[in-house]
C-alpha cells in the first residue's frame, strides 16, 4: 500500500477536532474512525460488532494505523462516535470520497434530492416517539450522500434543510423536495447559492397549487400542443406490473404570473402521472411541481424520477445495513453511523462488479485485497 494514500487518508481527517479529555485517552482518534469505516464496510452494523472485527483484522489494520493500546472495546467506540461533531466527520468522509471518486465531469446539471427518514431504533422514551429524523442530501446519479443533519421528530424537517444547503455546493444542481419542503425561503437559498429547484406542490400553498392544476387542465381541453405544454410518456414493464409514467411541462402561464412572483427565479409548472397496474388491480397518482429550470420536458422527467432515488438509498439503509432495527441512540452517535453507512454505501458503488450491496460488504469481511481497493481505489 502507497504511503500517499494512508497519508490522504490522515489528511482529510485532520479536521475532526477530538472532544475527549487529553490524557485520559488511550486511543487515537483517527486509528478509531478508520476502524469504525473498515467494519462498517464489512458488514458491522454497531459498536460490538465493530470490536470484533477490529480483533480478527487487527494485524491488516496496523498496515495503516497505530493501536499502542489494542483494538478499543465497544464502550470507547460508542462514546467516540457519540462525542464527535457530526459536521466535521461529514467532512472528512466527504474529502476522504472526493480524493476517491471516479465520476465523470458533464455540463448537465446533478439532482440533488432532499427527504428526510427517521432511525425508529433510536428511540428512548416507552411510546418510541423521539426517534431521531435525519434529513439527507443524495446525488442520485453518482451514488453519493452530500450531506445530512439530524433533527428530533419528522415535523422540524423543514428547519434542517436551511442547514444541510449551507453544508453543500449548490452551483451546478437542481435541489428536488416534496410537498413538506416547498418553501419560499428554502426556493431562496437554492438560487442564492447558484443552483436550480425543482419542488412538489401540494396543499400547503393552496391556492398556488390549485393555480397549477387548472393550468394543465385547461391544457389538456385546449390541447397540450395547441397551448405550448411538452410532455412526454414512458412505459415500464417488469416484476409482474406495468407502469406508465407521463410527464408535462410549460413556462409559467400569464394567469398565474401574480401568484408566481414570490417565487424565486421561477420559470416553470410541471405535472407528472404514474399509472401502475399489478395483480389486475390499478392505482394512480398525480403530482405536480414549481421550477425554476425552463421547460425541458426530458429534465424535468429525469428531475423527479431520481428524486426517488433517495428513497432507494432508505432502502439499502434498512435492508443492507439494519439501520431501523439499530438501538444506537447515545449522543450523536445515531446521526455519525448514520452517515457512515451512507458514505459505505458510496464506496460500494464505486465498485462496478455485479455483486449486490450485500454481497460486497460480505466479501469485504472475508476478503481483505477487496478492502483495501473500497478504502483506497486501484
Known sequence: MAVDQVVSFESCFEIVSDPRVQGRSYHPLNSVLFLVVAAVISGADGPAEIEDFGKQRQDWLEQFIDFPYGIPSHDPIGRILSIVKPAEFQKALLAWLSELRRTPAGDSPIVVPIDGKTARGSYTDEKKTNAIHIVSAWATDHGITLGQVAVDAKSNEITAVPQLLDMMELEGTIVTLDAMGCQKAIAKKVVEGGGDYTFAIKDNHPKLAAAVEKAFLDAYEEGLVESGFRSKTVHERGHGREEM??????????????????????????????????????????????????????????????????????????????????????????????????????????????????????????????????????
Open 245 to 378: 409514467r407521463s410527464y408535462c411541462v410549460t413556462s409559467v402561464p400569464e394567469s398565474m404570473k401574480a401568484l408566481a412572483k414570490a417565487w424565486p427565479e421561477i420559470k416553470s409548472i410541471g405535472q407528472a402521472i404514474n399509472v401502475t397496474t399489478s395483480g389486475g388491480k390499478e392505482t394512480s397518482e398525480t403530482r405536480y411541481y414549481i421550477s425554476s429550470r425552463a421547460p425541458k420536458v426530458s429534465e424535468f422527467s429525469q428531475s423527479v424520477r431520481k428524486h426517488w432515488g433517495i428513497e432507494s438509498m432508505h432502502w439499502v439503509l434498512d435492508v443492507v445495513f439494519g439501520e431501523d432495527a439499530s438501538r444506537i441512540r447515545t449522543g450523536h452517535a445515531v446521526e455519525n453511523m448514520s452517515f457512515t453507512k451512507k458514505f459505505v454505501i458510496s464506496l460500494l458503488k464505486q465498485d462496478t462488479s455485479k455483486t449486490s450491496l450485500k454481497g460486497k460488504r460480505k466479501r469485504a469481511g472475508w476478503n481483505t485485497d477487496f478492502l483495501q481497493k473500497l478504502m483506497f481505489g486501484g
